[in-house]
């Protein structure tokens, strides 16, 4: 049976693991290539790393770092942050990632997401969508926005619309954070994830407001979600991938285990 | 271990190379030098994305090549795309021949209520006569991420069940296939990995 995978996310600044409360306080939690080792070792299914830096001066660190992480790594890995064309997605697949994630770039030119698919495979485009709900529409859910720029800056793009574009462009998976959730340890945004994932055939990716077991349970039934991403609630010792698979599987939830 | 592992310009090639170099291989990566291929102790077609990639195969030559290592039972593997070549060929790109090593098709995940692609992680229904999957047990899981895939026929060496089950690994002689990907499927697919490395040109028939 295919299971719903626990996804493992290190954002990176500046070659360090960091981690914002919804994208604004920062705490330094780690080296990359260690926390990655370690989340695969404890049960995780695939890790992404989610470089936060994405300034001109840090591109070569963060080569450095995905080469670093991908070397003992042999679970999909999905590296993002400040690729802006085929040939720095190249770069990134060269230095051991399996996968990159598009985001901003990809608002500003959606024609990168084609030009990344058709030289490496749809499965290696991962779409990454900052949403947050519309309070001001009938529907807030459905008219979910696209944020850029971690969240600060509005697109007047739709979320729901985005995916489906995306996914005729040759997007392999989306990655779906929700803004409103993100950081908080409240829960997923069950309601937003089930509206995209209902939307596309693509695998949907939950970002965004873990903080508990039932929270995942939640996204995986109610949201209709194919993963789940996780950073917080695994760095400090809170949890670890396999005991959080441990407790979904006891729910009912399919998961990879023994792992 | 010498182990020459095709690139046919169809995807990235560094997770497979160093799984393969963490197991001790040395890999030899060519895309057209025949002369590689007829030197091979043992040969590795990686693949991610579209079958029609395959055409490359058949324009440099390689498919010949291939063909000629298979029958003095050089083993071979073909991974994802590469085992689908191993086929007579995939609705993906009706007009462009396999291998045909088996003889069945590659078709489509048929339309319905489940997402197409396959992605994440599935579990392998082994059987026991398997050499390539020898100490892998049923249940355990592996990575796949397709939207094609084989039937289950006489050479399935493992089952999937998506929707329908299909073959997640087939083997024949010295020929092998996996639609999951081994190296980005932990200890199992390390070790599946391993057992082919651990197959001779001498023990493959």
């Known amino acids: ?259 | 271990m010498r182990v020459t592992v095709i690139d046919y310009k169809a995807g990235n090639l560094a997770s497979v190379l160093k799984a393969l170099r963490h197991l001790g291989a040395e890999p030899e990566v060519t895309d057209s030098d025949l002369s590689v291929i007829a030197r091979a102790e043992r040969i590795v077609l990686p693949g991610v994305g579209h079958f029609a990639a395959t055409a490359r195969l058949d324009a440099t030559g390689i498919t010949g090549a291939v063909r000629k290592a298979i029958a003095r039972g050089i083993p071979f593997l073909g991974i994802c795309v590469g085992m689908q070549w191993l086929f007579a060929g995939s609705t993906e790109a009706p007009d462009q021949p396999g291998l045909a090593t088996f003889s069945e098709c590659c078709a489509r995940f048929p339309e319905g209520a489940e997402k197409v692609p396959h992605v994440g992680w599935n579990s392998l229904d082994v059987s026991p006569s398997s050499r390539l999957l020898a100490g892998v047990s049923s249940g355990e899981f592996v990575y796949f991420t397709h939207s094609f895939r084989a039937p289950v026929f006489a050479n399935t060496a493992a089952t999937t069940t998506y929707i329908e089950p299909f073959s997640a690994a087939a083997e024949h002689g010295n020929v092998f296939g996996t639609q999951f990907h081994p190296e980005k499927s932990g200890a199992t697919g390390l070790r599946i990995l391993q057992n082919f490395l651990a197959i001779t040109r001498e023990t493959a028939c």
């Open chain 1, 1 to 259: 049976m295919l299971t719903k995978r626990i996804i493992a996310c290190l954002d990176v600044r500046d070659g360090r693991v960091v981690k914002g409360v919804q994208f604004v306080d920062i705490v330094d939690a780690g080296d990359p290539a260690e926390l990655a080792a370690r989340h695969a070792r404890e049960g995780a299914d695939e890790i992404v790393l989610l470089d936060i830096t994405a300034t001109h001066e840090g591109r070569k660190t963060l080569l450095e770092t995905v080469r670093r992480a991908a070397g003992e790594l042999f679970v999909p890995f999905c590296v993002g942050g400040g690729i802006r064309s085929a040939r720095d997605a190249e770069q990134v697949f060269d230095a051991g990632a399996d996968k990159v994630s598009v985001n901003s770039a990809a608002i500003a030119n959606p024609a990168l997401i084609d030009d990344i698919g058709s030289s490496f495979g749809a499965q290696a485009v991962v779409v990454a969508i900052d949403a947050r709900r519309d309070a001001a529409a009938a529907d807030p859910v459905r008219d979910a926005q696209v944020l850029v720029a971690g969240g600060r800056k509005v697109t007047g793009r739709c979320v729901v619309e985005w995916a489906r574009e995306a996914e005729q462009r040759g997007a392999g998976e989306i990655l779906l954070t929700s803004m409103d959730a993100d950081g908080t340890r409240a829960g997923f945004d069950c309601e937003l994830t089930a509206a995209v994932s209902g939307a596309v055939s693509i695998p949907v990716i939950a970002s965004g407001g873990a903080g508990t077991v039932a929270h995942f349970t939640d996204v995986f039934t109610r949201g209709r979600a194919d993963a789940a991403l996780a950073a917080s609630i695994f760095h400090f010792g809170v949890s670890s991938a396999r005991s959080l698979k441990e407790e979904l599987a006891q729910a009912g939830i399919p998961v990879r285990l023994p792992c």
